[in-house]
């Protein structure tokens, strides 16, 4: 089956790609695992006129909202692989296999995090153990909170998270560097050097933590910034250039959110750190608006 344009993922950087290819009379195809990397959160904070909701809803009332416009297709599934060829894409679902083309692809997947293994952590995802607090500080402000170091920029993170409220930054064995300490010291951030043993609460909320030592530490929100990973292939199976950092793995893209492969597209949080709500919807429309162009002018 033949597309103008393909998207792989259908959270809410696909789906503003999509709309935005809808609204210019483009044939387009999300294709959705319906794995969002935030369905762990109960709510979406300052996504405008959504402020609060639960992001299932958001995206639900989208895909309701895409659906309407003619020639548009949403399939539920996971494309597991992908090839270029002269006229454009094609790309391979799980299932029964199926397979489509497009003059343009836009990947819109998402990332998988990697948690360390804490004994807690995992089940407060989301919840009480999170990652942007942007996206969930006010609703813990003036609380007791911690940042679990991961990397020397867990420092400067735990600077910013001051400003929400009393912070711990737990090393869990780590080193400290002379400047970084100076600079906690400055905000007032506490400095626990002991390994964790556990987090501790009731159900999802987090009262404190406790290290091997047996000690508790009172805390109700901490701060993770996670490892993480692109939660599909085909990327690197279309021989896009793939950046390493220090929170993991980024598809390179220009200002018009094109990978270095003609015609392919990324948008959301496998091509641009920070992330967020919004900025997942702004790239999105990047990606849609620029595919559109190049349909047009290419």
């Known amino acids: 089956m033949q597309h103008d344009v393909v998207v792989v993922g259908g959270a809410f950087a696909g789906l503003a790609a999509a709309t935005y290819l809808a609204r210019a ?4 195809c999300v294709v959705d695992a319906r794995r969002p990397r935030n369905r762990f959160a109960e709510a979406s904070h300052g996504f405008l006129g959504f402020d609060g909701s639960d992001p299932q809803f958001i995206l639900a009332k989208a895909r309701d909202q895409l659906a309407a416009y003619p020639g548009v297709r949403l399939i539920e599934g996971e494309v597991t692989a992908a090839r270029s060829h002269g006229d454009g894409f094609s790309v391979s679902l799980s299932g029964d296999g199926e397979e489509m083309s497009a003059r343009k692809l836009i990947l819109a997947f998402g990332l998988r995090d990697i948690l360390d293994r804490i004994p807690g952590l995992e089940e407060r995802w989301g919840k009480t153990v999170l990652h942007c607090p942007y996206c969930h500080g006010f609703e813990f402000g003036d609380r007791p909170l911690g940042v679990l170091f991961r990397t020397p920029m867990s420092a400067h993170q735990a600077c910013l998270v001051a400003e929400w409220g009393p912070t711990t930054l737990f090393l869990n064995g ?16 506490t400095v626990e050097p002991g390994k964790l043993a556990r987090l501790v609460g009731e159900g999802c909320a987090l009262s404190a933590v406790e290290f091997e030592d047996g000690r508790e530490r009172p805390v109700e929100a901490l701060y993770v910034a996670p490892r993480s990973c692109l939660s599909s292939p ?3 199976q279309l021989g896009a250039a793939i950046d390493e950092g220090p929170l993991g ?3 390179r893209t220009d200002a018009d959110k094109m ?5 392919l597209y990324a948008a959301g949080d496998i091509a641009r750190a920070p992330h967020s709500v919004s900025w997942a919807v702004a790239d ?3 990606a ?3 595919a559109h162009r190049a349909l ?3």
């Open 259 to 263: 990978t270095t492969v003609p015609g």
């Open 249 to 251: 793995s980024l598809i």
């Open 234 to 236: 085909i990327a690197e």
């Open 25 to 28: 009379r483009r044939s387009v």
């Open 284 to 286: 999105g429309v990047t």
């Open 288 to 290: 849609g608006t620029s």
């Open 174 to 189: 780590a080193e400290l560097d002379p400047e970084s300490a100076a600079a906690l010291a400055g905000r007032g951030v």
């Open 296 to 298: 047009v002018f290419g």
